[in-house]
């Protein structure tokens, strides 16, 4: 009887302590200290966090000088001046606006705990992000064109590709790819204020993979 009173004992309800509790919650930092269901702080550790920013910091720097060496070598000289080097300068200025922009923003995105740029901020980094990607893409495409062309009707190369077409087709890129990225932002920015159509976007966007999936491959 006696162990079993003393069971009981051991077993009653713990005693609060309030300085416990403020002291747990002043540990944990959230992005909106206001809201306790915002995201929380995930802090890195100082030599962790400064040797990743240093990283991230030379890979944009990188980017940005070569391609402008690039750029600056075929618009200075005329010999240059080549339907096949005027793709590789679209390219270049393509890549140039990620090592300026899409790189630093993503950096500092990943890096730190909250994003304190705003709504606006956000989805013109999104817009500028997804159309570095096709721009790319679009003038990957054309170089390959070119180079088709090159190999397979060397005697005729000339006569179908010029400057002037090309400048055409890089300028259709640009426009295109504007136009198109624009529409996507618009609709995801859409989607996210009315949440009723969220499962119309996840459709959408199983669909654009899918079909992304099975031409990928081919190409």
């Known amino acids: 009887m006696q162990g079993h009173t003393q069971d009981q004992a051991g077993a009653g309800p713990q005693h609060f302590d309030p300085l416990l509790q403020m002291e747990t919650q002043e ?9 306790n269901s915002s995201c929380r702080k995930a802090l890195l550790s100082t030599s962790i966090y400064i040797t990743l920013y240093i990283f991230f910091s030379l890979f944009s720097a990188v980017t940005v000088f070569l ?13 240059l001046h080549t339907p096949t080097n005027l793709l590789i300068l679209s390219l270049s200025v393509s890549d140039l606006l990620v090592g300026l922009i899409v790189i630093p923003v993503t950096t500092v995105a990943l890096m730190e705990p909250c994003w304190d740029f705003g709504e606006y901020f956000c989805g013109f980094y999104f817009y500028i992000s997804c159309l570095c990607a096709s721009l790319s893409l679009g003038n990957l495409v054309l170089i390959s064109i070119d180079r088709y062309v090159a190999v397979c ?9 010029t400057i002037t077409r090309i400048m055409y087709c890089i300028s259709i890129n ?5 136009i198109y990225d624009a529409a996507i932002v618009k609709i995801f920015v859409n989607v996210q204020a009315n949440k009723s159509e969220r499962k119309a976007a996840k459709t959408l966007a199983i669909v654009v993979f899918s079909f992304l999936s099975c031409w990928i491959p081919f190409y």
């Not at 009707?153 to 590709?161: A, E, G, T, V």
């Open 27 to 35: 540990d944990v930092q959230y992005c909106f200290q206001d809201r």
């Open 67 to 79: 391609n402008i060496l690039v750029i600056i070598s075929i618009s200075h000289f005329k010999q």
């Open 153 to 161: 009707d060397p005697l005729m190369y000339h006569s179908k590709i």
């Open 174 to 178: 640009w426009c295109c790819c504007i």
